[in-house]
């Protein structure tokens, strides 16, 4: 029998301030999609900011509806809108900021398992590590790549 272990790090950060200008500015574009979200149902209020590697920011946030599942996540909508805008241009980091009752949450929200297998997918695309910035008004976590939250993704590759 053969065994794996995986690590993962993450930098952990108290306050906002912490962060790099552009890393704050993302979080801050997320926190800014977050407060324009659909979630009548469930009223959790998502946003996400994707940057690419030519600079350009684009936002999403969820988008719930009442023929459930047929709604989006942040992240998804985000990078898909950045994807349709910039098809060729690779991401370089995606900040996502979570609110309950116009207030966020403390601690960082952490993408489903779905949002997850998009950000690995969109990381080997572009061939370099996107960084990703979990928000919380009490804890921030910076992990440096994508995959670190995916370690065992699902990889289609025909003929295999």
């Known amino acids: 029998m053969n065994q794996r272990a995986f690590t993962i790090?993450?930098?952990e950060y108290e306050r906002l301030e912490d962060l790099s200008d552009s890393q704050v500015t993302?979080?801050?574009?997320?926190m800014d999609a977050a407060g324009n979200a659909y979630a009548p149902y469930s009223e959790y209020h998502v946003g996400?900011?994707?940057l690419l590697e030519n600079g350009e920011i684009f936002t999403g946030n969820n988008q719930e509806n009442a023929a459930y599942p047929s709604g989006l996540c942040a992240e998804r909508v985000a990078i898909f809108y950045a994807g349709s805008q910039y098809p060729d241009v690779p991401a370089r980091s995606i900040a996502i900021a979570a609110m309950q009752e116009g207030i966020f949450q403390e601690q960082?929200?952490?993408?489903?398992?779905g949002c997850r297998q998009v950000l690995f997918e969109k990381e080997s695309q572009g061939g370099a590590s996107l960084e990703v910035i979990l928000y919380g008004s009490r804890k921030i976590q910076v992990l440096r790549q994508a995959t670190d939250l995916l370690p065992l993704p699902f990889i289609f590759k025909k003929g295999d």
């Open 9 to 11: 790090r993450i930098a």
């Open 26 to 30: 993302l979080v801050k574009k997320a």
């Open 48 to 50: 996400a900011a994707v």
């Open 108 to 113: 960082p929200v952490s993408p489903c398992g």
